[in-house]
């Protein structure tokens, strides 16, 4: 059974493609609706954390990522599931997360916005430069024939393009934005997970017979990516608040963006989109938990 995991595709129909890139995009749109160039401006005068904070999404953590598949090695489509989870920018619900663990809701704001940027680069460069670095996930990419332009292509238009219409209408008009964001955001998180249950309820069979593959592998990666935005954050002395927050970015990924691309170039891949589905769910956990217990917690300088 473990050996057709590579092989296996989830079923999963155009509508419902269609469904997932329009949530993503309303999500991103929800989020940007509450950044400004303000937010922008902050980071570039504190270019340490800014520097900081993308060092850890776009190269520790698939460095680390990388170091972690070596080590366990997983199966080919595992592996390349989690190269894409480490290749995708922070989760947008990182922001709620970060204000909800006393952290720098702020920053948070600012690091989802230009890693949302970064991403229409940064991510198929990840994907592509590590799938390809790993013998057995460079021979899935080859089977796929990966085009990294088309990539970028379909990263810009989900993420790219709502989160400068966001802004743009953010500028514009101001209070209609803030009115909009509170109701966005919400709604399109629901819409997501439902996306995912109804996900696993169509595959119902494919996830109870091999769930238990990745179930440790998500928990560990997660934990390794928390871990890794703390402690970097500590080694380049930033402030507990910032620690808090670049843990939450670099733990928390747009694993829905994963999903979309999973299901656009590689055809519902089983082991990379049972990975990645189960990531969308766990890290929202995960997060939630870490979150309510940063929460209660004494602020540090």
């Known amino acids: 059974?473990?050996?057709?995991?590579?092989?296996?595709?989830?079923?999963?129909?155009?509508?419902?493609?269609?469904?997932?890139?329009?949530?993503?995009?309303?999500?991103?749109?929800?989020?940007?609706?509450?950044?400004?160039?303000?937010?922008?401006?902050?980071?570039?005068?504190k270019p340490k954390i800014l520097l900081t904070g993308i060092i850890s999404q776009f190269f520790i953590l698939p460095l680390i990522t990388f170091i972690f598949i070596k080590l366990v090695n997983p199966m080919p489509s595992i592996a390349l599931g989690l190269m894409m989870v480490a290749a995708c920018p922070g989760g947008n619900i990182s922001n709620?997360?970060?204000?909800?663990?006393k952290g720098n809701a702020a920053l948070s704001v600012s690091l989802t916005a230009f890693a949302t940027l970064l991403s229409m680069v940064m991510t198929p460069f990840n994907?592509?430069?590590?799938?390809?670095?790993?013998?057995?996930?460079?021979?899935?990419?080859?089977?796929?024939?990966?085009?990294?332009?088309?990539?970028?292509?379909l990263v810009t238009l989900i993420l790219g393009v709502p989160l400068f219409l966001g802004m743009w209408v953010r500028n514009r008009k101001p209070i209609l934005a803030t009115k909009l964001s509170k109701i966005l955001k919400?709604?399109?998180?629901?819409?997501?997970?439902?996306?995912?249950?109804?996900?696993?309820?169509?595959?119902?069979d494919i996830f109870i017979?091999?769930?238990?593959?990745?179930?440790?592998?998500?928990?560990?990666?997660?934990?390794?990516?928390?871990?890794?935005?703390?402690?970097?954050?500590?080694?380049?002395?930033?402030?507990?608040?910032?620690?808090?927050?670049l843990s939450i970015e670099t733990g928390i990924q747009n694993s829905g963006l994963g999903l979309l691309l999973i299901f656009s170039f590689f055809h519902g891949?089983?082991?990379?989109?049972?990975?990645?589905?189960?990531?969308?769910?766990?890290?929202?956990?995960?997060?939630?938990?870490?979150?309510?217990?940063?929460?209660?917690?004494?602020?540090?300088v």
Not at 96 to 101: D, H, V, Y
Not at 270 to 292: K, N, P, Y
């Open 209 to 245: 017979n091999y769930i238990h593959y990745v179930l440790i592998l998500v928990i560990a990666h997660n934990v390794i990516a928390l871990i890794t935005g703390f402690y970097f954050a500590k080694a380049m002395r930033l402030s507990h608040r910032d620690q808090k927050t």
């Open 186 to 204: 919400p709604i399109s998180l629901i819409i997501f997970l439902l996306f995912i249950v109804i996900a696993f309820y169509d595959n119902f």
């Open 1 to 45: 059974m473990i050996e057709n995991l590579d092989s296996l595709e989830i079923n999963f129909d155009t509508e419902g493609l269609w469904i997932l890139n329009i949530t993503l995009a309303i999500i991103m749109f929800g989020v940007a609706l509450g950044i400004s160039i303000n937010d922008f401006k902050r980071l570039f005068k």
């Open 96 to 101: 709620f997360l970060t204000q909800m663990a």
């Open 127 to 153: 994907l592509h430069f590590w799938g390809n670095l790993y013998a057995p996930t460079a021979a899935i990419l080859q089977t796929v024939a990966l085009d990294p332009l088309e990539l970028v292509k």
């Open 269 to 300: 891949l089983g082991g990379m989109a049972l990975l990645v589905a189960f990531w969308a769910i766990w890290d929202i956990v995960s997060g939630l938990a870490l979150a309510s217990y940063w929460s209660k917690q004494n602020d540090k």
